[in-house]
């Protein structure tokens, strides 16, 4: 049976079903205090895609209790410590027991290690790691990105050698796309990739490459020489070993909680077969495989989740209840529904093959602006003493996380240019087929 997406999750209850007390909350810090609830009790209840099956509640419950395992626990509580100072670590538990059930990947067919689901699936799975505070970008580069790219034109040696390995939460992907001299412009990427006897050399410089260091494999974008001047139609995807002769990894330090690197590829031999797809195919395999983040449901599910604590935060101190701060509050928390629901609606699009870019651009720059402000406000009202406040566990690294949001996928000058052209051009971005 499904449920709707935008269904009020469970309020814990107290003595005689009212809302518990903040104590007992703060047990499961993700759920809901309420208190914003009875502020503005029409609030509940939207239910824009109730008649559509886009949910999977039975992988959504799944992935809660499995998250709430105490050594899983113990593992993100570790993450959530991570110091001001220092990178936060990969929770591979976490991961593996995701992917041993299929469900890092659970729209991938069950060869690769999938549950052979929609993709509905992999956005649940998506929003529940946002919503739980589980770091994303491995799976986000590795599922969503390198393996959205396998599975759409690698051969099925490729995708028999990695993908299930990915889906397991064994094989870690970083992405190799941006240079330092192409981010947003990525069309004058200066990375080649030459014919060398059977096979290949690639040299350049990839850079702002996350979580490199944890990664076995790079997907790697390069003009291919002899396809012309053109980017657009001359680039080619890769698949580099990170391990492999003439490959740097040399760290960049940042704000940002997940390490980035630099990648430099020194006249880099490859065998034949490390080239994903035809060469000039690349640009729309890496555009295609970026629908997911896209869509914005990671952003929304931290949107929500770093709500959710500010208010169990304040509700605590008994910050909460003066007039003015709980109208601010409302009015965010409405603004997250619908930014979810919007969220939703990308992905609804996806998963019927019709979500067109300008879409994507709106819902990328909505949610992640979105998130973005709630980490910081939620910063500026819980002050100096976050890094002790267990009812935000995770403030801190939201706090460092957040400049990122806007620039990742695609910055939000970008995405709105996309979205503005669209528009001026006449066009629908919500257009429903008739
Ligand atoms: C959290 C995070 C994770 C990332 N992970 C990866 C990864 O794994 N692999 C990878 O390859 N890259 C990754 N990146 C890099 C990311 O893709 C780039 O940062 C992004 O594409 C922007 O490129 P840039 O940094 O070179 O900025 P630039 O493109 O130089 O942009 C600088 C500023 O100028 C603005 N700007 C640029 N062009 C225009 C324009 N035409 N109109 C208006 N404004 C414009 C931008 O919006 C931005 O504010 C990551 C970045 C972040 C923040």
């Not at 702002?208 to 990664?215: F, L, S, Y």
């Not at 629901?341 to 979500?355: K, M, Y």
């Amino acid at each position: 049976m499904s449920r709707p997406v935008d269904e009020p999750r469970p309020v814990a209850a107290g003595p005689a079903g009212r809302p518990a007390p903040p104590d007992e909350l703060s047990a499961a810090p993700d759920e809901f205090p309420g208190t914003i609830r009875r502020a503005f009790p029409n609030n509940d209840g939207v239910s824009v895609l109730a008649a559509s099956a886009i949910d999977d509640p039975e992988l959504r419950s799944g992935i809660r209790n499995l998250l709430r395992k105490p050594e899983l626990r113990a593992e993100l509580e570790r993450v959530w410590a991570t110091p001001p100072d220092a990178d936060c670590p990969h929770p591979e538990r976490v991961y593996r027991e995701l992917g041993e059930r299929g469900w890092l990947a659970p729209h991938w067919p069950r060869r690769y290690g999938g549950l052979a689901a929609s993709a509905y699936a992999t956005a649940v799975t998506a929003e529940e790691l946002a919503l739980h505070g589980v770091p994303d970008s491995v799976r986000v580069n590795t599922i969503d990105n390198a393996g959205a790219t396998l599975l759409a034109a690698g051969s099925e040696e490729q995708r028999q050698r990695f993908c299930p390995g990915m889906a397991a939460g064994e094989i870690v992907f970083s992405v190799l796309y941006t240079e330092p001299h192409a981010g947003s412009d990525l069309g004058s990427m200066a990375t080649t990739a030459e014919p060398a006897g059977d096979g290949w050399r690639l040299a350049g410089t990839k850079t702002w490459n996350a979580r490199t260091a944890q990664a076995h494999f790079g997907v790697c974008a390069a003009r291919v020489r002899g396809h012309g001047d053109n980017a657009y139609a001359a680039t080619g995807l890769f698949v580099v070993p990170l391990d492999h002769p003439g490959v740097r990894v040399e760290p960049i330090a940042t704000v940002n909680p997940e390490r980035f690197f630099t990648v430099r590829l020194d006249d880099v031999v490859l065998p034949a077969d490390a080239l994903v797809g035809a060469p000039g195919q690349g640009w729309s395999l890496l555009s295609e495989a970026l629908g997911m983040e896209r869509t914005g449901v990671c952003f929304a599910g931290r949107a929500r989740r770093w709500f959710d604590q500010l208010v169990a935060a304040l509700h605590a101190r008994g910050q909460l209840e003066e007039a003015e701060r709980v109208h601010r509050l409302g009015a965010l928390d409405a603004e997250i529904r619908s930014c979810r629901l919007l969220a939703w609606r990308a992905v609804q699009g996806l998963a019927e093959g019709r979500l067109n870019g300008a879409a994507a651009a709106a819902a990328k720059w909505w949610t992640s602006e979105l998130a973005q402000r709630v980490a910081w406000l939620a910063f500026d009202l819980l002050g100096p003493a976050v890094h002790s406040d267990r009812h935000f566990p995770d403030l801190v690294l939201a706090a460092r996380e957040a400049p990122g949001l806007t620039l990742a996928a695609g910055t939000s000058e970008i995405q709105l240019t996309t979205l503005a052209t669209d528009l001026l051009d006449g066009g629908d971005p919500w257009e429903e087929p008739t």
